[in-house]
């Protein structure tokens, strides 16, 4: 069977015009890839998702089906201020903004959330490496742009002839310098501009220069321009005021002046734009930004089922829309190799070795996994022995820089006062912030010279009473749609009625949750991040309204504990029978969010019409025992894969929305059919009919059906389990993630990108 793809609407074509033949035709192309793309000139059309480019926005929005999400790229389709301010109305209904200029983002963070991304590079010389010696000094442009230019090659004269190609009128194909202002101390040479003309003159030019004007389009052009000249092997130079210029400082190339002619023509600089050139036509191929483009599309087609899931709880995306979101982890370029340059600091506020939670696990690892990949790392965390925090056993996997702090230290100013002169002290490239509730923002603060990320493990400072978003309620545990960006008083009035567990209520009072200077700075510390790190587009959807950039990264696991294919030698634990279908539990029995009850009472069911199963829990047993049940008792990480193993299938009946369970790619990695409540985080983990089944979430008749259906087909298990290894493999393996997300994330920083 056909997988039926999404329906992708672009326009309106413009035949000719660059904004389109760049961002709607050549990147519809490359989508069709992976959608139906549907090109549009006067409407939009019914489809999954539609993309405006520059032209025509408010006469298309009005044309836009209710259900239809739109991306808007803008490009520099805007004069002024006022001008985005008055499509104000539209750009509400914008379900995400991509900014081909980085300085734009500021203007549309208040109406949509706000991508940034590169044009792919296009009009390059063929060759990068040789350049004429006395070739020219190259500018390409619409006349438009041609003034500050001219302006200033009449005050200061070049040493070199100056091509410049340019829209002239339709059967000139040259024109003479004084036609368009130059006095005539310059020699000129001016032709019209097509694509052809531009590669070749590419190749024959020994340099490049560019003038920007002060009005707001010029103030706030892509970098394209400049990013073509270099990637083409052009020396570059420009006026060092220009958001070009900034742009590229950030990526950590520094251009030329046009006043420091003896930097602008050096070998050295010559050098630096070779190489810079070469990491430039990779990572800007129209492949890399097509991937980073169908990424976005991604987010948003999931993150529609998404928001229905915020509202609706149980309801979840498609099978097909969860395999689209696995293929789309794709970066703006391919994955570069660490040098071994790279310092990263990791800082955690609620560490503990050996674990007390899933996040102390990923912080562990993602220290080990990053060192093994060349980077060089430090894990900064905190001590106080009253909150039973920073308490790490000799022999911990990982070395931590650990700050110690006295009752009579133990304030927030303080805290954060230490961790900033730790840090500085070693001087990262960059901070990744994990482990830490609503201390997150004073981490942020205390880091905030360097570029920093912050970890999410759940909805962390959306929800400072337990950061789930949950409520007890009078049958049970119920959802809460506030969220304390948006909802700070509310969300205050919730902590005082409902108190939780005593470490989150030391926590919120030393962060000073609830107080105006802490919600500034929750605000600040999120809007200044390089980027909120997320574990599934339904968290994603949360966040993206309160920060600039959020990424769906998951926690990587350490393939090493998972050996495939499974040993065969391996003796089964005595505790699992070889003659029965064996369901393993590994959770909490009495913790309400891991949903053991409703496992429980479907299995009940099962136990009266079948006794060819049996259920295995990893914990220490009740006082009151059903006869299909063997508890084992809680088992260590080292143990655990091994009862994995031998096992038929796990199930993870969890009630509660989750960042990433563990447990399902656990289990998956170990070759076993997992079934999962549909979900948080599962639906991105477990694909529903390929590696296991999704039920209702504390739905007992729907379990003891779909655990009925498997116990019937013990035959699918295997298949199931199959299909989950290669999952774990494509997506989960530490090595992986970190290649395909961190380094992307780490040379996206203000750091130098290339070495």
């Known amino acids: 069977m056909t997988e039926q793809r999404s329906h992708i609407g672009i ?32 409407s939009i059309p019914h489809c999954d998702l539609a993309i405006i480019v520059k032209y025509d926005f408010p006469q298309l929005m009005e044309t836009r089906p209710p259900d239809v999400p739109v991306i808007f790229c803008p490009v520099d389709g805007y004069g002024s201020v006022r001008d985005i301010d008055r499509d104000g109305n539209w750009l509400f209904q914008c379900r995400q903004i991509i900014a081909h200029a980085e300085s734009l983002r500021k203007y549309f963070n208040s109406y949509a959330p706000v991508e940034y991304l590169d044009h792919h590079v296009r009009f390059v010389s063929e060759t990068l490496g040789f350049k004429p010696e006395e070739g020219p000094i190259l500018w390409t442009g619409i006349c438009s742009n041609l003034p500050p230019l001219v302006e200033w090659i009449n005050r200061n004269p070049l040493p070199r002839e100056l091509w410049i190609l340019t829209n002239l009128e339709q059967r000139a194909s040259a024109v003479s310098p004084i036609k368009l202002g130059f006095t005539g101390n310059q020699a000129v040479r001016i032709e019209k501009w097509t694509p052809d003309k531009h590669v070749e003159w590419a190749g024959l030019a020994n340099c490049a220069i560019d003038i ?21 092997g052009l020396p570059l130079a420009m006026n060092s005021d220009s958001s070009s210029v900034r742009h590229l400082a950030k990526q950590g190339f520094q251009v030329a002046s046009v006043d420091d002619h003896e930097y602008w023509f050096s070998d050295e600089y010559r050098e630096r734009t070779l190489e810079f050139g070469a990491e430039l036509r990779e990572s800007l191929s129209r492949k890399n930004i097509g991937k980073r483009f169908k990424t976005i599309i991604d987010r948003i087609l999931i993150g529609v089922s998404a928001r229905q899931t915020v509202s609706q709880r149980f309801s979840v995306p498609s099978v097909n829309s969860v395999a689209t979101l696995t293929e789309s982890n794709g970066s703006i370029s391919q994955p570069l190799d660490s040098d071994g340059n790279q310092k990263i600091a990791i800082v955690s506020f609620l560490y503990n070795w050996p674990s007390t939670g899933g996040g102390n696990i990923h912080t562990t690892e993602l220290v080990q996994f990053l060192e093994q990949s060349r980077y060089e790392v430090r894990h900064f965390c905190v001590r106080y022995d009253p909150w039973q925090i920073g308490q790490i056993e000799s022999g911990a996997p990982i070395q931590s820089q650990i700050l110690n702090f006295a009752p009579e230290e133990w304030k927030a100013n303080t805290i954060r006062d230490r961790i900033r002169m730790a840090v500085r002290e070693w001087g990262p490239d960059c901070v990744l912030i994990t482990d830490s509730w609503n201390f997150k923002p004073h981490l942020a603060d205390a880091v905030n010279e360097f570029p920093y990320f912050l970890r999410m493990q759940a909805l962390e400072c959306l929800c400072p009473l337990n950061n789930l978003q949950i409520l007890p309620g009078p049958q049970g545990i119920v959802a809460c749609e506030n969220n304390q960006f948006t909802n700070a008083e509310t969300c205050f009035n919730c902590l005082v009625k409902n108190r939780s567990g005593q470490l989150h209520q030391l926590e919120r009072q030393l962060s000073g949750v609830g107080s105006t200077e802490y919600n500034e700075l929750l605000q600040q510390s999120f809007q200044n991040a390089e980027a909120v790190l997320v574990l599934n587009p339904t968290i994603a959807a949360q966040y993206e309204s309160i920060c600039d950039r959020v990424e769906v990264v998951t926690w990587g696991m350490d393939d090493s504990r998972f050996p495939w294919p499974l040993p065969a030698d391996e003796k089964c634990p005595s505790e699992i029978s070889e003659s029965k279908v064996s369901i393993i539990f590994a959770g909490l029995i009495h913790e309400p969010i891991k949903g053991f009850p409703v496992l429980l009472a479907a299995c009940e069911q099962l136990w009266k019409t079948r006794q060819d199963f049996e259920l295995i829990v990893t914990s220490d047993p009740p006082q009151e025992q059903q006869e299909f049940v063997k508890y084992v008792g809680w088992k260590s990480q080292a143990e655990l894969p091994r009862y994995y193993r031998h096992s038929d299938l796990c199930a993870v009946p969890t009630v509660v929305p989750d960042g990433l369970s563990r447990t399902s790619v656990e289990a998956m990695a170990s070759g076993l059919a997992v079934i999962a409540s549909n979900l948080g985080g599962l639906p991105f983990s477990v694909s529903d009919q390929k590696t296991g089944l999704l039920c209702q979430p504390g739905d007992v008749r729907d379990w003891t059906r779909k655990l009925n259906q498997l116990l019937d087909h013990p035959e699918q298990l295997n298949a199931y389990g199959e299909n989950g290894r290669r999952q774990f493999e494509e997506r989960f393996r530490w090595q992986d993630v970190i290649q395909r997300d961190y380094q992307r994330l780490f040379n996206k920083t203000n750091q130098p990108l290339f070495k």
């Open 212 to 232: 920007k004007g002060t009005d707001f389009r010029a103030r706030h052009k892509p970098p394209t321009k400049a990013i073509e000249c270099l990637a083409s």
């Open 11 to 42: 326009g309106p074509v413009y035949p000719g015009i660059g904004s389109w033949e760049w961002i709607g035709k050549e990147i519809g192309e490359e989508l069709s890839k992976n959608y139906e793309i549907e090109f549009f000139t006067k």
